[in-house]
């Protein structure tokens, strides 16, 4: 919202009266080059417009401009008539860097978000080391070159060289690109060292700096680790068995994303923890398969109570947490992709609609009559005795087969063999019965409990 140059790219604003005749958002794709019978001509050139109102209109600078100024005028088709005041002659930079806050004002608390999108305001601030980015305009033009008023897909980087700040201490520029047509994105980390509170924040494009009082809230407070949630990894279900596979949700669970890889095995043994963050159920270690921010996928460890038991989560670099889960003999659920039940015809390919997961996964509906393999975790005691915490790869039947009930499409269905096939997982041999074209129904019980209702497979005769 200050004067002073404009430049190639950047979103800029014209403030007068009798603009338009209404307001009105023109951010189409592309931008058009009239809204609502405004147009602006930058040195004679009409410019993309994305609102326009009797009091302003918004306006994209075309990348083509240089020099060091430019003429802007204002037309407006209304009534049958053509309105325009005068020309206005205004200066040029290859850049003027200036940051979006919150409040729209040009001031205090910047459009600054965490990596994960999550916007930073006072009650959710940064921390020293933390990368962020932030939302500005005018760094100028991009490689490669993006027509105007265009959304760039991928979002190209700027030419000029930015740099940044934060509380006068050098913040390192990991990118600066733009994500639609005015809107440029700047990812930075902020130094370790910073002090806490409101911090300004200074961005400099090709020896231009962003505008002055825009600040980041910054905390020296560790962030809090919170489980909000324990349930079955397949199903959802509050319940899961000894050896199954359990999802914990929350926050700062872990430091980093990633699901386990062979150097983090022992021998046979899975591993107990990833890049410091670990589960305990009862007290009893939890085999860890994959670790994020708000969601860890680990394997229940072998433990002979039945009920409510803790949950605790140990998040080296936070702390820890506790959540609660119930514990039974019995907890069955079916993965799934989407609404279908996770399953497969014996050549591997998976069994859903035709196309329905893109062209990189091939599929095809079910036959009646033909055996499929479907997959889930949670079913119980088998004949062998496997271990959770250990690599498994084998056939181990379940321990009481006849208490498994299998129905497709409200008719039972035979069910070949069932039992472990890798540590956690079980595996259902399933003969399709007869049935009509489409979407069925699939439900399993074991021992009276039930897996989660709603899931389908796909039929074709």
Known sequence: MATGPIAPGMEAIVLGTSLSSLGKNCQTNPLPVACSGVSVLVNGKAAPVSYASPGDVFFQVPFGVTGSSATIQVTNQTGGQTLQPAVVTVAVAPTAPALFTQSGAGSGFGAFYQ????????????????????????FGVTNPVVADGAYPAPPPPVVAKVTATVGGEIATVLYTGLMSPFIYQVNFTLPSDLPGGNLPVVLNAGGMNSQAGVVIPVTLTPPALTVTGVSNNASGALTVTSGSWVSIYGTNLSSTTRMWQA??????????????????????????????????????????????????????????????????TYAPGFFQGAKYVAAVHTDGTHVAPVGYYGSSTASRPATPGETVLLYGTGFGPTALIVQPGLIFNGAAPLA??????????????????????????????????????????????????????????????
């Open 115 to 138: 990596m994960t999108g999550v916007q930073l305001t006072a009650a959710n601030p940064a921390r020293p080391g933390d990368t962020v980015f932030a939302y500005g305009t005018g």
């Open 263 to 328: 150097s983090d095995f022992s021998g046979g043994n899975l591993p107990l923890s990833l890049d410091g963050v670990s589960v305990q159920f009862d007290g009893r270690a939890a085999a860890v398969y994959s670790i994020s921010p708000g969601q860890i996928n680990v394997q229940a460890p072998f433990d002979p109570s039945i009920g409510t038991v803790p949950v605790v989560v140990t998040n080296g670099s936070v702390g820890t947490a506790s959540g609660m889960v119930t514990l039974a």
């Open 400 to 461: 009481d087969p006849t208490l498994l009930h299998l129905s497709i499409g409200g008719a039972p269905a035979t069910v070949s063999w069932a039992g472990m096939v890798a540590a956690g997982e079980y595996q259902f041999n399933v003969v399709i019965p007869p049935l009509a074209d489409g979407d069925q129904a699939i439900t399993a019980t074991i021992g009276g409990v039930s897996t989660q209702s709603g899931l389908l497979i796909n039929v074709k005769n």
